[in-house]
């Protein structure tokens, strides 16, 4: 019996919270832009997350499009006691790693597959032709691996 699908909790209107710009927008975004603009946010993210007891991670860009926009991502939480938040992706990496012939510690892990750099992020068992969730360094975007030329990637990268 197949679970229907999670439904997402209601998010507010998406409105724009500008008010009034102290410089005038960019004519088009540049990747030192962008950088810039993911540090400053992340340091404000964590200066208020701290104030409430908790961390911040990510700050991850993804979806660029130097004309226009691009999405960033934080995920605030709880610190445990390495200082990391919670993750229940990364829990389940290191309990089915072994299985798919890699380490519990390869998450997050980096490869190169033609001449792309990619971050391991996660496995995904009902795919078992392509389990590995990996995501491409330079831009953010999500690929699936097959997890034996993974293992093979990273054996090359001998890191």
Do not use: W
């Not at 400053?40 to 499009?65: F, N, R």
């Amino acid at each position: 019996m197949k679970k229907p699908p999670r439904k997402r909790q209601p998010s507010a209107p998406k409105a724009p919270v500008q008010t009034g710009a102290k410089v005038p927008p960019p004519r088009n975004l540049t990747p030192e832009l962008c950088d810039r603009l993911r540090r400053d946010m992340m340091k404000a993210c964590l200066a208020v997350a701290e104030t409430h007891g908790l961390t911040v991670e990510g700050g991850d860009l993804s979806d660029i499009d130097l004309r226009h926009s691009f999405e960033i991502s934080f995920r605030v939480g709880i610190p445990q006691e390495s200082g990391e938040i919670y993750s229940p992706e990364k829990a389940l990496f290191e309990v089915l790693a072994p299985h798919f012939g890699l380490e519990p510690e390869d998450h997050g892990r980096t490869f190169r597959s033609k001449d792309e750099l990619f971050r391991i992020v996660a496995i995904n068992p009902n795919r078992p032709k392509y389990p590995i969730s990996a995501e491409r360094v330079s831009d953010g975007r999500g690929f699936k691996f097959p997890a034996e030329n993974v293992v093979m990637y990273l054996q090359r990268s001998g890191a």
